[in-house]
Structure formats: structure tokens, C-alpha cells
């Protein structure tokens, strides 16, 4: 049954690699990595089936805001195939995502590169959520960021 399949995938991909690595299918794994990249391509391909839209989606934005870099293009890269079909509720959907990464960029003292690089990661993805002014909001964060960066390792910034 597809049902079983999905949640097997979700189950995968969602899951700690901690809790998979207690099932007895998983403890011998090295590494859950290369079946979590594939995993998420499998989700993404799904994209077809609107009552798990949104439980793929939320799959899709947790891999893309992993520690691990090749989840995060791979889940990138699902986001993308994924978003191909998209509808208003995913616009809704992408809106809600990105609301707390927004919030943590209202102060420039919570930028930090893993932090940059999700937001990266949003912008090439849905670039139209991002209006003018939240770009300009943006930047300035980014220049005290730089400014503070330059001043604790002491670098001037006609030195670089």
C-alpha cells in the first residue's frame, strides 16, 4: 500500500538519526545520510497527492534547515521539484515557514553563517516572498553584522 511507503519515507526523513538508529532495520546503517538524500527525493516526487502536501512540505523545509549541508541541498533540491505544482494554501504554507526565520531576522545579532545560508536557501526558492522592504531591512542588518564581525576580529574595512 502507497500509504505505508509514505509514512515509511516521512518516518525516515523526519525522524532524529538517534530514534531511526534503534529500529533494528537501521543499526547497522554507518550512515543514514545517502538514505535520507534519497528519502527526500522520493517526498518530493509525491507531490502529487494534496492530502500530504502539507506533512511533505514541512519534511522538505526540515531538511533544508538541517545541520547537515548535503540534506540541505538535497532538500533544496526536493523543495524545488516539490513547489513545481504548487497552489495558494503552499504559498500560505511557504508564508508560515518562513515567518520565525524572519523573526530571528529582526535583530542583527542572531545572523550567524547557518542562519544566512537558510535564508539563502528561501530566497532562491520563493524569491517573490521577499518584498523591497524587508530586502532593505535586510541589508542594513547584514552591514551591522559585517560591522560587528569586522570590529571583533579587528579587521578595517579598507583592509579587505
Not at 526540515?62 to 504559498?91: C, R, W, Y
Not at 532562491?124 to 518584498?131: D, E, M, W
Request: glycine content about 2%.
Amino acid at each position: 500500500e502507497h500509504k505505508v511507503f509514505f509514512q515509511e519515507l516521512v518516518a525516515l526523513c523526519d525522524s532524529e538519526d538517534a530514534v531511526l538508529a534503534k529500529q533494528p532495520c537501521y543499526r547497522a546503517v554507518q550512515s543514514l545520510v545517502p538514505l535520507k538524500l534519497s528519502g527526500l527525493s522520493a517526498l518530493a516526487a509525491c507531490h502529487y497527492l494534496p492530502e500530504v502536501r502539507e506533512k511533505i512540505f514541512s519534511v522538505l523545509y526540515k531538511a533544508i534547515n538541517s545541520n547537515v549541508p548535503e540534506l540541505q541541498t538535497a532538500g533544496k533540491e526536493a523543495m524545488t521539484k516539490f513547489m513545481l505544482e504548487h497552489t495558494q494554501s503552499d504559498i500560505e504554507l511557504v508564508h508560515n515557514a518562513l515567518r520565525p526565520l524572519l523573526m530571528m531576522l529582526g535583530d542583527y545579532r542572531n545572523l550567524n553563517p547557518a542562519l544566512l545560508q537558510r535564508l539563502s536557501h528561501m530566497i532562491s526558492l520563493f524569491p517573490t516572498s521577499f518584498n523591497e522592504k524587508m530586502c532593505d531591512s535586510l541589508l542594513g542588518h547584514l552591514k551591522r553584522w559585517m560591522d560587528v564581525v569586522m570590529t571583533t576580529t579587528h579587521i578595517t574595512p579598507s583592509s579587505t
